[in-house]
């Protein structure tokens, strides 16, 4: 199976979008030590991540357990 390249577009300073899903870059500050990113598609949200390598893989996640699904 053949992997498929996809970009991370940034839209926003502080927003990107990555197969559909919005990338929300949350900067740190005196409550957030760390610079955290928050996935979301519409109005669902799919939690924080601590790295933004963390983020894409869960949504590569998503679709690789889509795909499986489909496959059935």
């Excluded at 991370?8 to 870059?25: A, D, M, N, Q, T």
């Amino acid at each position: 199976m053949q992997q498929a390249n996809y970009q991370l577009i940034s839209y926003k300073s502080h927003c990107s979008i990555y197969r559909g899903f919005s990338v929300h870059k949350l900067p740190r500050n005196a409550t957030r030590k760390i610079t955290q990113y928050r996935v979301t598609l519409g109005d669902d949200s799919f939690g924080k991540f601590d790295a933004l390598a963390e983020a894409i893989r869960f949504i590569d996640g998503l679709f690789k357990f889509k795909s499986r699904l489909n496959s059935r």
